[in-house]
């Protein structure tokens, strides 16, 4: 499955458009005066019309599926309805402008050849003006190129979620179990997006997330990074591996990692238990959270490869299941 915005083609901003109109203005001839100035018109209302074909193009946000619908409302910072509503806007301002040209084109076929320049300068001002007062056409041009740069999630595929708090090692695991290549480095927040990779296993391919790190506090103190994560956790059905930080380095305390475990159960998925960095291991860290925990769990170093191919044997079982 492509990401729902890669095709869509997005025109130039209003005022670059308006600017660029302008430069050609001087290029175009007609048989007369009065021709002339009519295609001028003509040629920027059939501009214009890219600018509605761009709006048709966009895919209708309540029709998405839930992963790419939330989002869209984590990048846009707007809802669904906010978001269809500056469509609307959008449309009805590019409608007006194209209504604007037309009586003007008009007016010139029906008026004396020596008021033609002055009525093409009319119409070419007002229709600009009406544009340059929107602000919705922009913004979504703005939305849809962030949109665009999304990765491409098929949620039909068989899918494995790795999360957990920043910096526990969670794209150094993907690295290692699957064919996605993330940035990795010591320190937190390195992910700031979603990364997908693949494990092809039984004529089956799978799909690998790497998750950004999502900080034990209250959703409405999370940040956009954070927020990505969580969509990903909720509204992708797959197997979440959730990463542990038991090493000597960890910024999170047991009661932090645990706590934020505990919210992820709340999304009643199938979740494998990972604590990772066990060679490097905090034995008070490490018995704090072992203690702690209600069910089976591996002990992996990601960085070192231990334990990584019980995990994908785990994750095998899981599937089969």
């Known amino acids: 499955m492509l990401n729902p915005f890669e095709k869509v083609k997005c025109p130039p901003k209003i005022n670059d458009m308006i600017k660029i109109q302008l430069d050609r203005l001087p290029k175009i001839a007609g048989e007369n005066i009065k021709d002339r100035?009519?295609?001028?018109?003509?040629?920027?209302?059939?501009?214009?019309?890219?600018?509605?074909?761009?709006?048709?193009?966009?895919?209708?946000?309540?029709?998405?599926?839930?992963?790419?619908?939330?989002?869209?409302?984590?990048?846009?910072?707007?809802?669904?309805?906010?978001?269809?509503?500056?469509?609307?806007?959008?449309?009805?301002?590019?409608?007006?402008?194209?209504?604007?040209?037309?009586?003007?084109?008009?007016?010139?076929?029906?008026?004396?050849?020596?008021?033609?320049?002055?009525?093409?300068?009319?119409g070419f001002g007002?229709?600009?003006?009406?544009?340059?007062?929107?602000?919705?056409?922009?913004?979504?041009?703005?939305?849809?190129?962030?949109?665009?740069?999304l990765k491409?999630?098929?949620?039909?595929?068989?899918?494995?979620?790795?999360?957990?708090?920043?910096?526990?090692?969670?794209?150094?695991?993907?690295?290692?179990?699957?064919?996605?290549?993330?940035?990795i480095a010591s320190y937190p927040f390195t992910t700031k997006e979603i990364h997908v990779g693949h494990i092809d296993w039984n004529y089956t391919k799978i799909q690998v997330i790497d998750t950004p790190g999502i900080l034990d506090r209250p959703n409405e103190k999370r940040n956009e990074i954070e927020k990505k994560a969580l969509n990903a956790i909720k509204n992708l059905n797959g197997i979440i591996v959730f990463l542990f930080d038991v090493s000597k380095y960890s910024i999170y305390s047991a009661k932090e990692q645990l706590d934020l475990y505990n919210e992820i159960l709340q999304f009643n998925k199938k979740i494998i238990v990972a604590i990772n960095k066990i060679d490097d291991a905090d034995n008070s860290l490490l018995e704090n959270i072992v203690k702690s925990l209600d069910v089976p769990f591996l002990r992996i170093s990601a960085e070192q490869g231990s334990g990584i191919e019980d995990l994908k044997n785990k994750i095998f079982q899981i599937l089969q299941e």
Request: glycine letters at 2%; one cysteine or more; aromatic letters at 6%.
């Open 126 to 149: 007002r229709a600009s003006s009406v544009l340059r007062k929107d602000r919705c056409i922009d913004w979504l041009i703005d939305l849809i190129k962030e949109l665009k740069k």
């Open 37 to 122: 100035e009519i295609r001028r018109l003509i040629s920027y209302r059939d501009n214009l019309k890219k600018y509605l074909e761009f709006i048709r193009s966009l895919p209708k946000i309540d029709k998405l599926h839930p992963f790419y619908r939330e989002s869209v409302e984590i990048i846009a910072k707007k809802s669904s309805k906010e978001i269809d509503f500056c469509v609307l806007i959008a449309m009805r301002t590019i409608n007006l402008s194209i209504k604007i040209l037309n009586e003007y084109i008009s007016n010139i076929k029906r008026s004396d050849q020596s008021l033609s320049n002055r009525l093409m300068r009319q």
């Open 152 to 183: 491409a999630i098929n949620p039909d595929l068989p899918t494995v979620i790795v999360a957990g708090p920043p910096n526990v090692g969670k794209s150094t695991l993907v690295s290692k179990i699957s064919s996605a290549k993330p940035e």
